[in-house]
T-cell receptor
Framework: DGGITQSPKYLFRKEGQNVTLSCEQN?????MYWYRQDPGQGLRLIYY???????QKGDIAEGYSVSREKKESFPLTVTSAQKNPTAFYLC???????????FGDGTRLSIL | KNEVEQSPQNLTAQEGEFITINCSYS?????LHWLQQHPGGGIVSLFM???GKKKHGRLIATINIQEKHSSLHITASHPRDSAVYIC???????????FGKGTKLTVNP
């Protein structure tokens, strides 16, 4: 079955450490997105990509980096510059053109 | 003020009740998306609509473009419908979704 796979489900980061969250899709979607969810807030866009080797900053890109070397993969790195990284991170993908987005099951990141 | 507002924030119902969740937005949109987030965190797409009404099983979504308002209805609610329901819009000319804060629904047996 086609879908989006995020790993790991839970991740712990030490102070000053970079961590990478994985997102893989086999839906053949061109567009991929990373969102952050905090309690009591709506999802906020971190980065998005509409084509391989290209990506754009979202509303809260500071302290994060991404790459899009393959259509299927859109990993997110939470760098040590992100001072408040504890959150739930969701990856999504869609066909281009305001189509429904399909979401992964998320990664919960916590600081040790 | 948020561009997408949902009401109510929390909703508790008895099994079998008819549920309505509201979404109002203040910007021009090309489409509106209703999503369901389960307690474990995973999100499922329910509907995407730009006009009129859509129905899937016990779920019905409507949108009034002139009034900038959408509703999600659940008929004959069941405890398995307990989840957070999220409204999101594609602003006109944008490939990015803007999300409401969600409505937490609890259906008691």
């Amino acid at each position: 079955d086609g879908g989006i796979t995020q790993s790991p489900k839970y991740l712990f980061r030490k102070e000053g450490q970079n961590v990478t969250l994985s997102c893989e899709q086999n839906l053949n979607h061109d567009a991929m997105y990373w969102y952050r969810q905090d309690p009591g807030q709506g999802l906020r866009l971190i980065y998005y990509s509409q084509i391989v080797n290209d990506f754009q900053k979202g509303d809260i890109a500071e302290g994060y980096s991404v790459s899009r070397e393959k259509k299927e993969s859109f990993p997110l790195t939470v760098t040590s510059a992100q001072k408040n990284p504890t959150a739930f991170y969701l990856c999504a993908s869609s066909i281009l053109g305001n189509q429904p987005q399909h979401f992964g099951d998320g990664t919960r990141l916590s600081i040790l | 003020k948020n561009e997408v507002e949902q009401s109510p924030q929390n909703l508790t119902a008895q099994e079998g009740e008819f549920i309505t969740i509201n979404c109002s937005y203040s910007v021009g949109i090309s489409a509106l998306h209703w999503l369901q987030q389960h307690p474990g965190g995973g999100i499922v797409s329910l509907f995407m609509l730009s006009s009129g009404k859509k129905k899937h099983g016990r779920l019905i979504a409507t949108i009034n473009i002139q009034e900038k308002h959408s509703s999600l209805h659940i008929t004959a609610s069941h405890p398995r419908d307990s989840a957070v329901y999220i409204c999101a819009v594609y602003k006109g000319g944008s490939e990015k979704l803007v999300f409401g804060k969600g409505t937490k629904l609890t259906v008691n047996p």
